[in-house]
Structure formats: C-alpha cells, structure tokens
C-alpha cells in the first residue's frame, strides 16, 4: 500500500476518464490511436490536442476529460506501440536467440513509426503497462542466461538502444549510402595520413555486398556478438 502511495503519478494511475462531464463518447485507447495514427502520416510535430480534436470530429477541451497534457498523450502512444510486440510465447530454447527475436521486432516497430525514437529522445522515462510487460518479458528470456540482474537490465537497454539505431539508419535518417560511406572511408585512409585505418581496413578486405532481402544480417550479427559479451559469456559470432 504504501508504494502505491509513493508512486508518481502518470496517465496510468488515474480511470480512463474524468467522472463529470457528459456520458463518454471516446476512449483512451481510440484516441491514442488517433494519435498514432496522425504521426505516422505527418510525423511528432504534427501532433497536438487541437489537431487530434479536429481528426477525431470533436473539440479539444472534451479530449482533456481522457488525457491530461500533450506529455500523457506522447505517454500513451509510446505504450501503445510498446503493445504491438509479441509478447505470448513463452520465453523457451536458445536466450540469446528469444533475445535477437524480441530486438527484431523492437526494430521493426520503430520502422513503422519513425517518430518513436524522437519521441523517447524528448521525454522522461515513463513505462506504461505494455512497457513493464516487455521488460519483464525480456528479463523472463534472460534468465538462463549468465550475469547478475544489473547486467541483464543492461543488455535489454543495449538491446532497445540498437533497435533505434538501426531502424534510423534504415530509414535514412542517419545519413548516407552504406557503400557511398565505405568509398569515402576508404579514400581517406588511402590518403596515408591514418595509417591505423589504413591497417584495419586493409587486413578485414572489402565488406560483402549488403543484400537487400536482408536488412536485419548486422544487427542480428552485432547482438549475437555484444549480448553474450556483456553477460561474460563471451560473442558467439
């Protein structure tokens, strides 16, 4: 009772809707797909109560009646996409490869909503439901796994750290052409006035053209080499 007490409020901690005013006409869950949905299509900056109002037919002041703030609403859409992963199997076989798994589809839904990743970059660390619920699921996968409980809080930030990275360099949000970028990096190096560069490019050879059908080969390859490391159980290749 008394960490419910101690608990700071969030969007969670209060009912779906405010008791005066008139019978609902919406829902939480509708309206932060409303939400979703507007910055899928025109991105974060998009989103504001006056604008979700005006997608959903209505005025903005009844939406405050379901949602406090902008912030409880950017809450409730980062949940919501945290609730799109699959979290029903139960954790079983390989944890290393229940963990690739689970960061596969942690990239892929960063890939269909691009703006999650600013929206994290601007706001507190605030975990809804659907948050805790993968938390916990990842640390369920983990727990054969070697490494104290710190190190494993570890490798699930690692994990959702990556999954961001790369779904920005699919995107293009982080610059560049994979083999425009390797051409330049090996131009400089040629140059002589890096020879470490030099050196390390030359003894790892050309990389291997990146195949189209496969956007997912380096990062599974990262994760299966960095995760076991962390847990001091050394990459696996």
Do not use: C
């Given at each position: 009772m008394a ?6 409020p969030?969007?969670w901690?209060?009912?779906?809707r ?11 869950p ?7 949905a507007?910055?899928?299509e ?9 604008a979700?109002a005006?997608?959903l037919g209505?005025g903005?002041a009844?939406l405050y ?6 912030d409880?609403?950017?809450?409730l ?7 799109e992963l699959?979290?029903s199997?139960a954790?079983?076989?390989?944890w ?8 596969l589809?942690s990239?892929a ?7 999650l990743a600013?929206?994290n970059d601007?706001r507190g660390e605030v975990?809804?439901p659907?948050?805790?619920?993968y ?11 070697p490494?104290?409980?710190g ?5 699930v930030g690692?994990?959702?750290g ?10 293009g949000?982080t610059?560049?052409?994979?083999s ?5 990096l090996?131009a400089?190096a040629a140059e ?8 390390a ?5 050309a990389?291997?053209p ?5 956007r997912d ?5 990262l994760l299966?080499?960095?995760l076991?490391?962390?847990l001091g159980e050394?990459?696996?290749?």
């Amino acid at each position: 009772m008394a960490d419910r007490e101690t608990r700071p409020p969030t969007v969670w901690s209060r009912p779906d809707r405010g008791a005066r005013g008139p019978a609902p006409e919406r829902s939480r869950p509708q309206i932060t797909g409303a939400a979703v949905a507007l910055a899928d299509e025109e991105g974060l900056a998009a989103v504001s109560m006056r604008a979700l109002a005006h997608r959903l037919g209505t005025g903005p002041a009844s939406l405050y009646r379901y949602v406090g703030s902008r912030d409880e609403l950017l809450d409730l859409m980062a949940d919501a996409v945290a609730g799109e992963l699959d979290l029903s199997a139960a954790p079983a076989g390989d944890w290393l490869d229940g963990l690739v798994g689970l960061a596969l589809q942690s990239k892929a839904a960063h890939l269909r909503h691009p703006w999650l990743a600013d929206l994290n970059d601007r706001r507190g660390e605030v975990l809804g439901p659907h948050a805790v619920d993968y938390l916990d699921h990842a640390l369920a996968i983990l727990a054969p796994a070697p490494g104290t409980a710190g190190q494993k809080l570890e490798a699930v930030g690692l994990l959702g750290g990556l999954a961001v990275l790369f779904a920005r360099r699919e995107t293009g949000t982080t610059g560049g052409d994979r083999s425009d970028r390797a051409a330049h990096l090996a131009a400089v190096a040629a140059e002589g006035r890096h020879p470490h560069l030099l050196a390390a490019l030359t003894e790892a050879g050309a990389p291997p053209p990146a195949d189209p059908t496969d956007r997912d080969a380096l990062f599974v390859r990262l994760l299966r080499r960095l995760l076991p490391a962390m847990l001091g159980e050394g990459g696996r290749g």
